[in-house]
T-cell receptor
Framework: AQTVTQSQPEMSVQEAETVTLSCTYD???????LFWYKQPPSRQMILVIRQEAYKQQNATENRFSVNFQKAAKSFSLKISDSQLGDTAMYFC??????WGTGGTSYGKLTFGQGTILTVHP | GAVVSQHPSWVICKSGTSVKIECRSL??????MFWYRQFPKQSLMLMAT?????????EQGVEKDKFLINHASLTLSTLTVTSAHPEDSSFYIC????????????FGPGTRLTVT
């Protein structure tokens, strides 16, 4: 079974500054996906960024980038130029690679505990 | 884009009654849908995996007779909370996965259930 750990229950940052959210995971799989999701006060889950484990290059999406360390099983999220709209709960998630249905674990997301990020003006 | 809706967004029911929550993929066919439960300021807990045309697969500790899941079509899955009790009050979220080879899940906006 996979586990995902986010050790920072809460973080805060000033607007326009940079913040890094930590995530570690444990798995015996070699092929998998990692995700960061954002859940604002509306509670709608929004995909922020994803990383395929077989890719060495760190994923980036505008102001969001990750530091993926496969050997260390670490997957941190860096938010640059923080904006007030970034205030949300952030979840790191793991998904096994592959396709299957029925009783398989394919497609199942394992979430970390979440980090509440507050951006201050 | 890929849009997933849930209905209702908020429901209040009396203890002992049953309530049904619908999850629809509006612009794609979803062979697999997932149901999650979330308590305030906590993470999402997977309850079950729903595959079109077959029985749902429940996670350990989730009562299948209490949380009935039906995935009758490629765009609709339903979660029925039977004989609801106050401890069932929670936020329920569904997600839908497109067919092969997509791996992304698209989340619904969630349903807040309050049992009085």
């Amino acid at each position: 079974a996979q586990t995902v750990t986010q050790s920072q229950p809460e973080m805060s940052v000033q607007e326009a500054e940079t913040v890094t959210l930590s995530c570690t995971y444990d798995t015996s799989e070699n092929n998998y996906y990692l995700f960061w999701y954002k859940q604002p006060p509306s509670r709608q889950m929004i995909l922020v960024i994803r990383q395929e484990a077989y890719k060495q290059q760190n994923a980036t999406e505008n102001r969001f980038s990750v530091n993926f360390q496969k050997a260390a099983k670490s997957f941190s999220l860096k938010i640059s130029d923080s904006q007030l709209g970034d205030t949300a709960m952030y979840f790191c998630a793991f998904m096994k690679h592959g396709w299957g249905t029925g009783g398989t674990s394919y497609g199942k997301l394992t979430f970390g505990q979440g980090t509440i990020l507050t951006v201050h003006p | 884009g890929a849009v997933v809706s849930q209905h209702p967004s908020w429901v209040i029911c009396k203890s002992g009654t049953s309530v049904k929550i619908e999850c629809r993929s509006l612009d794609f066919q979803a062979t697999t849908m997932f149901w999650y439960r979330q308590f305030p300021k906590q993470s999402l807990m997977l309850m079950a995996t729903s595959n079109e045309g077959s029985k749902a697969t429940y996670e350990q500790g989730v009562e299948k007779d209490k949380f009935l899941i039906n995935h009758a079509s490629l765009t609709l899955s339903t979660l029925t909370v039977t004989s609801a009790h106050p401890e069932d009050s929670s936020f329920y979220i569904c997600s839908a996965r497109k067919g092969f080879p997509s791996y992304e899940q698209y989340f619904g906006p969630g349903t807040r259930l309050t049992v009085t």
